[in-house]
């Protein structure tokens, strides 16, 4: 009953228009620098759900010392600490939100709105306590939290079940050959310029730079695009490629992620010439 509803979710097109006004105001208020250190470009990491685990743990937490005779005080002070990071946390899930498809950013709309509940409900509750109503302010709490955990299960199928900050090109490496894999003659490949060889089942983009072949997995690992579609900026070691689908930039000698949405590298493949012959193989 709870994956259908979930699967009617993610194909409910009526959330579209609100879901396309948003995106465009999250990428319109962050610049590009913003939005690399919000999604965990400059870590290797998604950085939500690392920021998550503040108010998570602190909720969770202030929860059990509610259930405590003489510790509302110490609960209170958790959940101030929730509530303040719970800003970061939202911060950060919004700009990864921004990057993805319609049927991944209906059910994180709704994984959203649920946590902006969560976290109003724990306001309400320090305004409680505050106010001296430690009944009321309890009873917030807890719904909250209640609220919360079904935030994190939608959270959880966005992830797990879609694919959301999942790395889509390490599969890829995994079904290449074990031993060195025949590309083709290195005059082949054109200078400057990214090209696309099958090697088994999996695409990988070259790129040359005189008598220098590098490799990687062409599938984008943010949301599986053709980075063989994309552009090059910049010269010598410092060439990157652009994804033409949401511009997650990659150095090409290394596969280093350069600005997101991608936060983690792109896998590389090792490279050896022999007679002329370019052939590649697992890192």
Known sequence: ?????????????ALDALSDRIQGAVQSATPRRLRDVLHGTWVGHPLHPVLVQVPVGAFISASVLDALPGQSKAATTLIRVGVAGAVPAIAAGWVDWSSLSKDQRRVGLVHAAGNAVAVGLYVGSLAARSSGRWGLGRFLAYAGLSVAGGGAYLGGHLSYEQGAGVNMASADVLKLPEDWAEVGLVTSLPEGKPTVRTVGDVRVLLYRQGEDVTAMIEQCGHQG?????????????DACVVCPWHGSTFRLVDGVVRHG??????????TRIRDGVLSVATP
């Open 1 to 13: 009953m709870l994956r259908q509803m979930i699967s009617r979710l993610e194909k409910a097109s």
């Open 225 to 237: 695009a053709p980075l063989g579609e994309g552009d090059v900026e910049g010269t010598g070691a």
């Open 261 to 270: 949405p991608a936060a983690g590298d792109q896998p590389t493949l090792r």
